[in-house]
């Protein structure tokens, strides 16, 4: 069954919020904060080992309140049913979205068209396995005999952006293999790659569902040519593998049957990083590793499905977006992780939540009179507090904010750890507190400036009432990750559903790869 369509815009709900908002836009955090001591514990939710701590919003009760009967008036249960259940709610492409029975570790049955896909994706993660733990032990080697060093994942978008910002998050717990992703067709980009392997101890992992994009097939056929200039047609079998839903094409490539990994339909791009897609990860940093990534994921898949919305992360996330994005008027959100390790997290988010909702039509095809996809953007704390924070903090324009901490660090190096955590919540406390005419004036006089105060008291004020999120999670690890990436998942799945569009199809995306071709010819 398809989602429903109900405009959101028409819902009691909507209309109550755009009265609460004249209420409540010129409030202050810190006078709510004032006046109920409890904020920080209301506002607070808890996941195994997630604290989301949204205390620092431009919310009441009430706000929370009519978002949460907006969910219900979109019918947003209906539609999570649905999602998890294969139905077929891509209705443009006529298709379901599954990513989350990639991760299933329940034993029940997912039909689609009347067939479990469990049994397919099960068999799919034993090759996974076994083909990983081969690569890593030296057992599986390269053409002339020798141990994979390298591998080299080619692919673009869906295809790329996960595993490459898996691979790089999780490096801690990588092993001796050195892994590679080319993605542009920029033909610099798989030089520099190339440059430094060596073809018999390469492993070619070519990732595309369809096995038409420009970009990819371009890429694998220059890396054939350069493999071909040591080894035999022969030997391609040996060091080139292939994830697609196209066998055919990836046969005509001349890549061996035993060594295709499917993939399915009903995954889209951006959400497919759990499927053979993934490989990388797993040849990256073992199944076992890969495994629990699948599992976080399944976890906050569980919390999601069934937890009451007013306890429910993803829903919480997504209701407070919205709040900013069609109230506010907000267009954009940053998201910092305070770790270097998720250097790639907003790009990929990026992906993951404007290509699924960037859409202008809803899901009955008319165009629609409401703002939809968030424009996203960020990078890690601490660098971005030295370059982009000052915009956040003092600019025109209010970008709420997903500050994402650690407890713990990963090589226990406590001085820093405390230091960037120190960053972490003062940069939330800053945006919330702000820095008033009086505190500057008292700040100043204190550090012997009292001459400069007239001149430079209006650039040191911070009108401070910014919102944030803070996602405190113990520590970066594979289950940990998994979790992260499925909460934005299921949020963008709630975003979508509410504004009524239909988040996983992506025909703006495939305009760019029609006109790329057709384009080709006209360049000399
Ligand atoms: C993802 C997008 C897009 C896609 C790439 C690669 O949701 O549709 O980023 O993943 O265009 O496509 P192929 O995997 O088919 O090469």
């Known amino acids: 069954m398809p989602l429903k369509n109900i405009n959101p815009t028409r819902t009691e709900s909507w209309k109550k919020l755009q009265l609460h908002f004249e209420q409540i836009k010129d409030v202050t955090m810190k ?61 443009t492409e006529n298709r379901a979205v599954l ?85 542009n067709i920029d033909g610099d980009h798989v030089s520099e790659i190339l440059k430094n392997l060596n073809p018999e101890t390469t492993l070619f992992i070519i990732v595309s569902k369809t096995f038409t994009t420009q970009e990819t097939l371009t890429n694998a056929e220059t890396i054939k040519k350069w493999f071909l200039k ?11 593998v292939a994830v697609s839903t196209n ?68 829903v919480v996330l997504a209701l407070l977006s919205i709040w900013y994005n069609n109230f506010f008027n907000s267009e954009s959100e940053v998201v910092i992780p305070y770790t270097q390790y998720l250097e790639k997290l907003a790009p990929f988010l990026q992906q993951l939540s404007m290509e699924s909702n960037g859409k202008s039509v809803d899901r009955n095809g008319n165009k629609i009179n409401y703002q939809t996809g968030n424009i996203i953007w960020g990078n890690t704390g601490t660098n971005v507090q030295h370059a982009f924070m000052q915009l956040v903090h003092q600019g025109t324009k209010l970008i709420p904010v997903d500050f994402i901490g650690f407890k713990q660090s990963l090589y226990g190096n406590e001085d820093h750890h405390k230091k960037l955590m120190a960053n972490f919540y003062a940069q939330a406390e800053a945006l919330y507190a702000g820095k008033t005419e009086e505190e500057v004036h008292l700040d100043m006089k204190f550090k012997g400036d009292t001459n400069k105060i007239n001149q430079l008291l209006p650039f040191k004020v911070f009108e401070g009432n910014k919102p944030s999120n803070t996602i405190l999670i113990k520590k970066l690890s594979p289950k940990n990750l998994g979790a992260l990436i499925a909460i934005y998942e299921h949020k963008t799945f709630v975003q979508g559903v509410i504004w009524n569009i239909n988040s996983f199809d992506q025909f703006g995306v495939e305009l760019g790869k029609e006109l790329a071709n057709k384009m080709i010819s006209t360049i000399s």
């Open 31 to 91: 006078s709510l904060f004032q006046k109920d001591n409890t904020r920080k514990e209301k506002f607070t939710l808890s996941f195994d080992e997630f604290t989301l701590n949204y205390s620092k919003n431009r919310i009441t009760e009430k706000t929370l309140s009519h978002l949460l009967n907006l969910a219900s008036e979109t019918e947003l249960q209906d539609a999570i049913e649905k999602y998890f259940n294969g139905d077929k709610i891509n209705e």
């Open 247 to 314: 066998l055919s094409k990836v046969k005509e490539f001349g890549v061996a049957e035993e060594n295709i990994f499917t993939m399915w339909n009903w995954v889209g791009g951006r959400y497919s990083l759990w499927s053979a897609v993934g490989l990388s990860i797993s040849l990256a940093i073992g199944f076992k590793n890969f495994n629990d990534f699948l599992k976080g994921a399944f976890e906050m898949d569980n919390h999601f499905r069934k937890t009451p919305f007013e306890k429910n992360i993803p």
């Open 230 to 240: 040591s080894a035999t047609k022969n030997d391609i079998k040996h060091n080139f």
């Open 99 to 183: 990513h989350t029975a990639l991760r299933n570790q329940n034993n029940n049955e997912i039909k689609v068209d009347g067939f479990d896909v469990m049994p397919e994706i099960k068999q799919t993660l034993l090759k996974i396995k076994s083909f990983s733990e081969a690569v890593i032990s030296g057992s599986f080697k390269g053409y002339s005999n020798k141990k994979i060093t390298d591998i080299v994942n080619i692919g673009i978008g869906g295809s790329d952006l996960g595993p490459k910002m898996v691979v790089e998050s999780l490096q801690f717990y990588k092993n001796h293999l050195n892994t590679h992703f080319v993605s």
